[in-house]
């Protein structure tokens, strides 16, 4: 079983920053693809970014594409998402997921979850 958790969340102004970090226990995740989603209330669930486990390879939704980076430090069992130039429609929570297949922007294929830290955008 892997344990993931969220933290960096807050309240931020219209283009301001935040770094988001990602926690795993329980077992390692430098074999894991790693993404980080998001919920904004009404809304379904999306993908943000995600990160093979050499993490050389990064992929990002066109919304966040040049303003987050997503990285990893598998020495400490951390993934991180930069978030700059934040915007409004940035607010959610948002979480962190694990899968042991390539990776993908499917919340279905990522096996575990973290709770969440909720990320909000004043304008």
């Known amino acids: 079983q892997v344990q993931l958790v969220e933290s960096g969340g807050g309240l931020v102004q219209a283009g301001g920053s935040l770094r988001l970090s990602c926690a795993a226990s329980?077992?390692?995740?430098?074999?894991?693809?790693m993404g980080w989603f998001r919920q904004a209330p009404g809304k379904e669930r999306e993908f943000v970014a995600g990160?093979?486990?050499?993490?050389?390879?990064?992929g990002y939704a066109d919304s966040v594409k040049g303003r987050f980076t997503i990285s990893r430090d598998n020495a400490k069992n951390t993934v991180y998402l930069q978030m700059n130039i934040l915007k409004p429609e940035d607010t959610a929570v948002y979480y962190c997921?694990?899968?042991?297949?390539?990776?993908?922007?499917?919340?279905?294929?990522?096996?575990?979850w973290g709770k969440g830290t909720q990320v909000t955008v004043s304008s």
């Open positions: 329980g077992r390692t995740v430098s074999n894991y693809a």
């Open positions: 990160i093979r486990w050499s993490g050389t390879i990064t």
């Open positions: 997921a694990a899968t042991g297949g390539w990776g993908s922007f499917r919340p279905s294929l990522y096996d575990y």
